[in-house]
DNA sequence: TAAGGGTGTGAAATCGCTTGCGCCCAACTC
DNA sequence: GAGTTGGGCGCAAGCGATTTCACACCCTTA
């Protein structure tokens, strides 16, 4: 059994220096042309493969990164880590994945590890909790790139979902199938992606001159579904000429779907809905009922740990990225009236 | 600001040679305890993290293991590879994830990349495909797990969740509820998960002595709720008194529900169902609408990871290792008679 | 013809750690 | 008391690449 070749038997048997096989296969320095090729044919014809750790030994990159998620297993995070990783996977890098969820020291342990493997980068997953605790010592400043959902210092990498934009294009949608009496019914207020999505809405209905129906501005409440019921109850109870609802989670739009069916309001016909997480994708029937926006948490994932490559190669400048939601065109906005059978 | 600390750094401060700090840190070799101490002593003092870079150099040891699966995205990979990674985190191994679909030219040239880096181990995420297509050559011979859902040989280090265990679980709670004309409505014959949970049902029956209804065996079809609908519908058309379904996943479940209730039949109480995945839990009610069986992928790759790093250390015997499904009770056999917006 | 400049190549140092081998000395055996 | 054992420790050799520096050579140019 051959013993993996090494860059010195290269040198050997193309009868150069090791120092003029490594700089014939890395195209870095002066060699002619007449001994780059033979020393590349030498290099193939033995399979040479470089050794990526003597590399990393003597460079100082270690061509691995750490990702350190807030809550690994969360419907948020595991998108956006399996996209991350896979793309650094393509890019021929390595990760450490680690959650953080635990005490500070557990994550002061964790930066330890990372130091000592001298990793590249950090990519952080999640929302704010852990930021202010992710102290980098002086000497282990690596770059470090955010993939979450809320707002962030300037001075930050951050890569998100757009939010916003998915609220202006929810009023959008709306407006354009010939709704005039929209409301939205969100969840929690002061929460950083709520805020974004009601942002974004009140700009595009300001934009359209029209008023937010149910008093003017977004009903809070919370991401459940109980909260879709009871919005629903108090929409009915309130006589107001609603005819469109943006609901910031898809739980809530099938909770606002169900209670208005249950009292005979016909949806679309009556009031369209307009959800926003595109979760129960292939969980409900094949042909779309519910209109939705899939905010691309996988791309989300792929372009922060683009992004931590190109500062690790010392380009790009710090801000938020966005990562635009994409449109699921279903039967609650632009098809025929719908019924649970629909739905389930 | 101070460069990281050496253990020739450690070494020279404590008075002793690089060799001694060396064996004192490890743990192995002779060392005497006072010796050791002072060592351990003044490299905490010194802030010392040993460089695994270096360390890998030297012992050949990675601690990078590779995840190659077959659609990184895909419902069951990503709980799976989240789940491994993430117990790799844990102990301090860094994983490459590489996503397989694509040719086998493809998948060569990433196993070209894995030698490359020297991995420890790999841990191959899917079913069958690309198994066959996994050729490692004589030089580059490391462990290998599979966490897949399919049989293999027995000589393969194989984990996987127990499908026939759910099937028999699944018919003895029908059973244990009171049940005695039980259906199986599946997916598609000759799928390996598919077969093995028809396999644990038919025990489970033969077991108890009852006969499987609707012509004694399942009824195949495939994963669409489509197919749900069609097989109540036959269920329904046939005449025969059918009391229970195990349905092979969560979304025939929700057809075969909505289709029954279409027709006025209740469920529970005329028909109970039981489904499997449990993918919509936090979609629908909190509540629990549907008894469904949870693979716990997560765990499934957490053990996967588990096993490899032991077969790395070279204990473990080659087999398949199951993980038990996690019974989820809800109202489709236990509870007061579901409406579809109790599902909603 | 001598000085200067670019080009192709190689010797050797270096990264931080593990480990085989050998030395010294104390304790034990016969 | 001579020989044997073995514990404690250090020297030095790697591991496989990158990179600095020096050198030989050829071609310009004054």
């Known amino acids: 059994m051959a013993k993996r070749a090494s860059m010195s038997d290269v040198a050997r048997v193309a009868g150069v220096s090791l120092t003029t096989a490594s700089r014939a296969l890395s195209g870095a320095g002066r060699v002619s042309a007449e001994t780059r090729a033979k020393v590349i044919e030498t290099a193939e014809r033995l399979q040479f493969q470089p050794d990526m750790i003597a590399r990393s030994f003597v460079t100082g990159r270690s061509f691995i990164v750490g990702v350190l998620a807030e809550h690994a297993h969360g419907r948020f995070s595991m998108p956006l880590i399996v996209g991350a990783t896979n793309y650094l996977g393509r890019e021929n890098i390595a990760a450490v994945t680690l ?9 002061n342990d964790y930066l330890k590890r990372l130091r000592s493997r001298r990793i590249d980068g950090l990519l952080v997953v999640g929302d704010d909790p852990n930021r202010a605790s992710l102290v980098l010592s002086e000497d282990f400043a690596v770059p470090v790139v955010f993939a979450s959902s809320s707002a962030t ?13 998915a609220g202006q294009a929810a009023a959008e949608h709306l407006i354009d199938i010939g709704r005039r009496h929209i409301a939205h019914v969100t969840a929690a207020v002061h929460d950083a992606a709520v805020d974004a999505r009601v942002t974004g809405f009140t700009e595009a209905m300001a934009a359209a001159g029209l008023p937010i129906a149910m008093g003017g501005g977004p009903l809070y409440g919370s991401y459940l ?24 989670n898809d739980e809530i739009a099938i909770g606002l779907f169900a209670t208005f069916h249950r009292h005979g309001i016909r949806v679309p016909d009556d009031i369209a809905i307009v959800g926003y997480d595109n979760r129960l994708a292939g969980v409900m029937r ?13 791309t ?10 190109s500062v690790i190669a010392g380009a790009g400048e710090p801000g ?6 994409r449109f699921v065109e279903g039967r609650s906005t632009v098809g025929p009236t719908l019924s649970p059978y629909d739905v389930l």
Chains 1, 2 share one sequence.
């Open 99 to 107: 959650d953080a969820h635990g005490t500070p020291r557990i994550l």
């Open 300 to 309: 989300v994932g792929e372009r922060a740990a683009q992004r931590l490559l």
């Open 286 to 298: 094949p042909d779309h009922p519910l209109s939705t926006f899939d905010p691309e948490l996988a």
């Open 225 to 248: 579904q109980r909260w879709g019921i009871d919005a629903a109850e108090r929409i009915i109870a309130s006589g107001e000429p609603v005819d469109a609802i943006f609901a910031a």
């Open 320 to 325: 938020i990225n966005y990562v635009q939601p």
């Open 153 to 165: 210092p300037e001075t930050d990498y951050v890569v998100a979902p757009d939010n916003r934009g």
